[in-house]
């Protein structure tokens, strides 16, 4: 039997919403827009694949969100074009053997429903292409240029394109190659349809199922995400603090954040004494609200003699997904009088990160000096501030 290929066009910039980067990169209740429309796609039993189409600069970091969300139905993630058109047709591209259908869904959409992505997919199964649209249902009218109302336009005819859009995977090829011969751009697949007189049958959409596109689509987006909610507080994003310090001792290795940093002095403690790491951890299983790194790692138990830290807080992790989190970010600070950390910065970013399972993006790392004060100043010892968020995973 033919496969439904979902393919998510997520190239926008964000410009007109004022964001420093893509809307679909925003949260909206903890997690990116994207992932609010990826997990519908994931939940449909319609849908065999899923292939994101991101910006070019963006396609790491998308990755890292598929893997973050364990959303198992995207099987790749391909460079967009200069139009929407482009950027559908990559996704088309990138479509193996066995695709009969592609169900085509702006990735600013997150409200659309399992239910809703399964009556257009059956119904271009029957028919050869579909989409979901709404009635035009205010009052409309042609204006001229100088804001002269014209007439009332009849709107019993008229429907609000949303998507998804299902087609028949070589209807699609088809109006691609005639639009390439004419130099068409069609605003959604269904106009690349129409260009070559194929039919398209309109499922009813939903008012839900609205694009994000100007800041106060933001908003409602958030009251109806609110309003959504169940009262349960395993279901919200939250927050940790972790804390730790080691003495500073000769003929050990000075460690943090997983990175060797050549220095007289090292760290003493029973594993590795990585207090970057370890105010990390802590940060982490705060924030989830399963005490601290002492009470899973004790340093009593001869297992963890010497323990690389990165590993500890590999298991960290562990504890976080099985209680359905995964981390958001974390902002660590290191105090230390000496040496200067700022150039090991990036290698122990890079270590965290994948470790955690973000991008680097989202691990800040900071050291600050006490000048001279305390035992940091006196070189007698290292601390570590962590904050972290957490979120809720799609398990």
Known sequence: ??????????????????????????????????????QAFQDSKSIDEIIVVAPADY?????????????????????????RQDSVRAGVNAAGAGAGYVAVHDGARPFISPELIEACVLRAQETGAALAAVPVRDTLKTVTDEDLVVNTVDRSVLWQAQTPQVVRLDLLQDAYRVSDA???????EASLLEHVNCPVRVVEGSERNFKITRPEDLRIAEALLMNDSPPDNKKISRIGHGYDAHRLVADRPLVLGG??????????????????THALCDAILGAIGEGDIGAHFPDTDPQYKGADSLQLLARVMEIAAEKGYGLGNGDITVIAQKPKLAPHFPAMRAKIAKVCGVSEGMINLKGTTTEKMGFAGREEGIAAHAVVSVLPSSG
Do not use: C, N, W
Not at 2 to 19: D, E, H, V, Y
Not at 262 to 267: I, R, T, Y
């Open 59 to 83: 396609l790491s970091e998308v990755e890292t969100m598929v893997a973050t969300y364990a959303l198992d139905r995207v099987s790749k993630v391909v460079a967009g074009g200069v139009t």
């Open 1 to 38: 039997m033919s496969k439904t290929i979902a393919i998510i066009p997520a190239g926008g910039s964000g410009q007109r919403m004022g964001l420093p980067r893509p809307k679909q990169f925003y949260e909206l209740a903890g997690r990116p827009i994207l992932v609010h429309t990826l």
């Open 259 to 276: 990175v060797t940093i050549p220095h007289a002095l090292g760290l003493l403690g029973h594993s590795d004494a990585d207090v970057l």
């Open 182 to 188: 004419d130099g068409f751009i069609g605003t959604d």
